[in-house]
């Protein structure tokens, strides 16, 4: 009967639609619900810190020198026991990375030689203008552990004496 | 000629005179052979070993003589047992140097290796970081892996300044000696040296403050290491983020040519400044050197003071204004005043500057006035150093006098360059009213009475005595006149007595002869050049005026004007970079670009034109010198130049007749210099940059023109004497005053000092004061609280008083001293 | 055989200028200044084929004669800074036998034409060397120093200097430097000092026994001189013998003489019985020769040394026996030289610290089979890269030690362990 054959596929149709009801669904309900990244998936950078919430980042410069995208600015100033940010000689006093440029390469990790910069896994970069998409050290800084001090540091003298800080056991 | 010698290096023929190194033949034909405690300008004392190459000599037969050939006729070549090191061996005939061959390369990887040892790992942070020799040759000649257990490492320290200017890092520090060297040999200012021995040698410093020495930056260039670091650079950037610009250094006549090293800064709201200054070679006026002066003198350029927009006044104090307003209101009250304007411009401007200014001057038929209180710049025009000047070539056989100048205060490098002309052979005359640091090295020192300047040197004329004999026998002679215990009128005369000198004796009109001035700026030649001359009664110039122009210069702050007691003020107009007195006072402001942030020329003591190029963007809405002049003079109806500083210049070199055929090219053609440093190999000759940028030209005198040359009388007295009962000021210089561009760099303030006098010890007695004491300086009615310090070799009568540190006195005149 | 250098042993007073004049004392001097040229006095100096004894050994005439005769003054100086451990030859004869050393030092003078000598003495010498200024000022006031000696137109003046106890500065340009008041550290040679010396002046350096030999020569003549020793080492040479001996101590005997008889004979062997392991014929910079039966049969001259595997050097024998392990040794050379190392030069500063970490590590640590050949290997990098000698005799006994008694480094490495 060529009057039914439409109903049949339309029967058809709507069956793969009722079934598809009581399968699990795929999406996110993003952003209530958040999407778990892979464990080497490179999001935005941290600066971390160590144990006693002195900064891992001695100012070195060489993330912006191996950064491909010119996206990273570093300015360095020297440590003194008073005032002390890092366990170095010196600290990033100016730490600024604009992720409108930013292409995620991870090479400043590689660069880094006290393991300071890692690539975490915040992906939620959005900005309304061009100016915020440039991160300074405040945003970028990992928050002080419950144990540990803020920077700058009162240290006492002799404690720090290593113009880079000793790493025990880099990882790889 | 001397003698000659050809050898092999590398497979590489080269001759080379006679007892050359065989690093510095190498050098000459590119091959590079590594190099830590040897440099081109120093002796060579072959104790990094660094340079160690297998060097072959042609066998000898003893009995007959003549090379032994091999079979296909090639000398028979015998290698040394051991290497060699190449910076202390001397070429000789036929020899063969090997230095990339497998032995040689085994001495260079032991070597670093070696230094490795003790050398810490602080490149990530280390100031010489990505210029540094052991960095550079680690990785071309290094071992892949270190064998040496880094907890062995010894441990110094950290942040151990050597003065308040240099710090050292003795664990980075390779004991190459260069530093030490270069203070004792170089500069004969041997205040740093090595204490202890074997591993546990340092260098230290014997002077207080540490590291006195006006040098000081220059080991930080030629250290191969990051052992010495500048206080003012630590830890400014990283050497690859810096931009280079090849400018002049501002700070005196010398002219040294430097390297601006920019890069974007956070402190100065994301603004390009300059992080440092380095040299830039130009063997002919600096070298590979420069002075701390230099150096450390350059944060005014970002100072947060700079003036940025016009400012008008309106009743009591200056307002902001558009340039379109400043200018118009300039040129209505220029045009106004006609004939009475007077423009009130200093050396510190460029020539295309200056030549605008006169230019304005002339078209409104008004005054263009030099700001200065030295005199004799017409004379340098006249018998100045001939083309082809070249300090270091002079020696054995030819004269210096250095006349009323501290010249290490004044122009450190030429001190140093007379220092050494000295110590090569040539007859130095210093002849000063106190002793100075170049006493040391003369031949003759002639210490005569304040006033006696003219005398002086009409002594010398007479060539009765053996100096004034050394002085008319010498091949060559140079005359450098300054203005100590001078004013204008002293100094004009002292010029005028010293052109005689050197006319009479037939030092004019060649190369390495002739007069020159130790200006107290870096282009006050190139405004006498164009005509620009100082007067002596500035204060009775400035009431006389209707309108005044006043540019590059603080008469105001530095007392030698004052509107007190001015009925009818002129119209004042202040071109200015920074706030100072004078803009204070002024009724319209111009903000200036500083001299970094645009192009020009200027000319040298020696007469050298030389190119300086924009390193920094333009702060603020300032303009360029010369262009805020043409647009006022174009308001004014005159045709004045203001696209660029080239189009100046081309104008300039047509209408003045020393500058003939100069052209902005040809003052940045450049020439091969020995020795050959820069970017390539650090190692070699330090950081001091190349030159890419242009040498300069020295100007021809008109006595080398051919010109008849028709110098003035000479007259009278210099300058008064001390009376009896009286104490006479007389103004004299210092390198590190208190100039307003010079105290922004607040590195250097302990260097600076208070405001000082300095007095014989006996009249210290008589005025009951002691070294150190604080006392009251009255002169002309201002008053000052100084500290007194005593020198011996000051004449009884007579009080020092350095110019520019606050005090104003700026030619002889009568002071008085009161302890407080 | 009668004494030539140490005659104190026959004639104890011939410290007194009186007992030494009776002696012949100064009749050399005389005979020199009075009958010879300065030339005729070098030439005999050279015909006695004496050898330098501070230990290189170079041919003591022939140093005179380089002297640059276009370069005015000229000066002598006697190297007294006899810092060799095992060295303690100089000390006797200057103690003992002042006049002989200052005649030798006088004749030098007159020989090379200089008006000026300096005797350069270790600092712990300042005894002797007031000693040495009470005898020169005797010399003054008999006339055998000061002007014109013996009415002719030759005037010599001696004076003493005092080191600062650096080992380095008994190099001759090290010694040079610090007798200018500088840093006693060595020169690049060549110029050597003979063209190049004390204030940039020619210069002749000679050791102190060296020159004690020459009054005995130009008094005897050359020939009477050559019949001790061999052919090409003529002449006595005072062996300081230490270690393990029964009698330690300095003997004067011709240059020739066997180890077997110094140590055996005069040296009186080895105490209690114990048996000889191997000799050290130049004190701390000498390498290790293996005491076999041929080692100790080789006569001791600067010929003949060599082929054992050492130089001869200053030769001052120290005997090692059985009961010391090599290592210990090895330990106590890196350990001077380390100390001693003026730090001018990079692979003598960082080789000798870097070695004595080694060393530290292979005896009192961990250390492994990898850090002695590493320990090998670092001597070796030293070598042939050194500004002075000082590096390099750092690795002699380091290099023969390994090489030649590896059993007692692999013992070491087997029972050191962590402190």
Redesign the interface.
Known sequence: MPVLEPLIELGRGLWTTFRSMFERPVTYQYPEQKRPVRPRYRGRHVLKRYENGLERCIGCALCAAACPADAIFVEASENTDEERYSPGERYASTYEINYLRCIFCGFCEDACPTEAIVLEDDYELSFTDRRSAIYPKEMLLEPVGPEAEPTPQRTPPGLYTRAVPEMEDPKD | MSKTVTLTIDGKQVTVPEGTLIVDAAKKIGVDIPVFCYHPKMQ???????C?VEVGRPVVDRATGQVVKNEDGTPQIRFA???M?AC?TPVSEGMVVLTESEKAHD?HR??I???L??H???C???DK?GECPLQELTMRHGPPQG???YE?KI?F???FPLGELIYL?R?RC??CGRCIRYQAEIVGEPVIG?Y??????EIVTYSDPGFDSYFSGNTTDICPVGALTTADF??G??A??LKAEASICAQCPVGCNIVFNTR???KSGGRVVIKRVMPRQNEEVNELWICDKGRFVHHYTHSAERLSRPLMRKGETLQPVSWEDALRTAAEKFEAAGKEVLVLASGRLSNEDLFNLKALADGLGGRAVLYGDMGGGDLTTLVGVGQGTNLATLGAGDAILVIASDLQEEAPIWWLRVKQAAERGATLIVANPRATKLDTYASFVIRYANGDEVQTVLNLAKKTDKIGQAFAEAENAVVFFGSEGLGLEGSQRLAVACAHLLRETGHVGKPNNGLIGVWQRANDQGAWELGFEPVADLQAAFEQAGAVYIVGADPFGDGRLTLDGVKERPFLVVQEILPTPTTEVADLVLPAQAYAEREGTYVSGERRVQRFYAALPPYGEARPDFAITAAIGKRLGLDLEDGSAEKVFERLAVTQPAFENLTYARLAEVREQWPIVGRGDLYYGGTAYENRRGLGVQLVPAAQREEPVTLPEVQGEAGPRPEEDEWLGVPVTRLLDRGTTVLLSTLLHRRIGEPFVVVHPMAAERLSLAEGQKARLTVNGASAEVTVRVDETVSAGVVLVPRSMGLPLYEPMKVSLKAL | MAYILLRHREIPDIHEIDVYEKHGGFAALKKAVTEMTPEQVTEEVKASGLRGRGGAGFPTGLKWSFMDKNNWPHYVVANADESEPGTFKDREIMERNPFQFLEGVAIASYAVGANRAYIYLRGEFWPIAHFLDEKIAEMEKAGYLGERLFGTDYSLHIYTHLGAGAYICGEETALLESLEGKRGQPRIRPPFPPSYGLYGKPTVVNNVETLTNVPYIIANGAQAYRQFGTEKSPGVKIFSLSGCVNRPGNYELPLGTTFRELIFEHGGGIPEGRNIKAIMPAGASSSFIVATDEALDTPMDYESVPNVGAQLGSASVIVIDDSVSMDWVVEKTIHFFQHESCGKCTPCREGTYWMRKLIERIRHADGTEEEVALLKDVAMQIRGKCLCALGEFSTMAVVSGIERFAPDFEKAVATSSPE
């Open positions: 060579p004392v072959g104790m990094c070993r660094m160690l047992p051991n290497l090191t202390t001495g032991a070597i290796e070696f230094l040892t003790s810490p790992l602080d990530p942070i280390c970081g064998r040496f257990p062995d441990h320290e950290k942040h890092d664990e390779i004991l090595f202890q021995r074997g591993r546990a040698t630590r830890f950037a990283r690859w983020e974007r800064e956070a």
